[in-house]
């Protein structure tokens, strides 16, 4: 089976920039899509193919995508931040996430 | 807007039987290229895809439960459903379903999410 690898935390202050990892073989090969969880509440898609947004998310989410890492990148970081991060792919017919990232905003 | 609204049961004994039943609004689960999905999450865990249904009843699940799970749809009543067998301890979360966002892909970038039902496996 295919293994996403997230840090457990990450912790940033507020308007610096965030940078979650998700490690995976040559994930770069493959599509990657990014969810965020506040707690008690329903994930939310925030970038989507790598590095597209849905409507409705701020422009500071951006994503890359590149050999054995992608990237969820959050710039000026907001106190409303502060969620669960989880990487996705599709792979042998199965969806497959991430263990997720707690973003912490100092 | 699409709508998602997950119901079902919120006490299962070991060994029955989950079915829960995913009911759309504001769209129909019969257009559009997308795999509609079950997605869980065990308390206080990450998220588990369960499995995900087409229009046209193909389905692709995960191998872990694959064994246990049953997906199908019913355009009549715009819904589509989830079945899962034996249930025990470690089937005990959130079940979402969700729809994929508008993508070539179409079965996975889950957008559009119910508000998810309490699933609790206990004797």
């Known amino acids: 089976s295919y293994v996403l690898t997230q840090p457990p935390s990450v912790s940033v202050a507020p308007g610096q920039t965030a940078r979650i990892p998700c490690g995976g073989n040559?994930?770069?090969?493959?599509?990657v899509h990014w969810y965020l969880q506040k707690p008690g509440q329903a994930p939310v898609l925030v970038v989507y193919?790598?590095?597209d947004r849905p409507s409705g998310i701020p422009e500071r989410f951006s994503g890359s995508n590149s050999g054995n890492t992608a990237t969820l990148t959050i710039s000026r970081v907001e106190v409303g931040d502060e969620a669960d991060y989880y990487c996705?792919?599709?792979?042998?017919?199965?969806?497959?996430f991430g263990g997720g990232t707690k973003l912490t905003v100092l | 807007q699409v709508q998602l609204q997950e119901s079902g049961p919120g006490l299962l004994k070991p060994s029955e039987t989950l079915s829960l039943t995913c009911s759309v609004s504001?769209?129909?689960?019969?257009?559009?290229?997308?795999?509609w999905g079950w997605i869980r999450q065990s308390p206080g865990k990450g998220l588990e895809w369960i499995g995900s249904i087409y229009r046209s009843g193909s389905t692709f699940s995960n191998p872990s439960v694959k064994s246990r799970v049953t997906i199908s749809i019913d355009s009549s009543n715009n819904q589509f459903s989830l079945t899962l067998t034996s249930v025990t301890a470690t089937d005990t979360g959130v079940y979402y379903c969700?729809?994929?966002?508008?993508?070539?892909?179409?079965?996975?970038?889950?957008?559009?999410w119910g508000q998810g039902t309490l699933v609790i496996v206990s004797s």
């Open positions: 040559n994930i770069g090969g493959k599509t």
């Open positions: 996705q792919v599709w792979h042998s017919s199965s969806v497959v």
């Open positions: 969700a729809r994929p966002a508008m993508t070539a892909a179409g079965i996975d970038a889950f957008e559009m």
């Open positions: 193919d790598d590095s």
């Open positions: 504001g769209g129909s689960v019969s257009s559009g290229d997308y795999y």
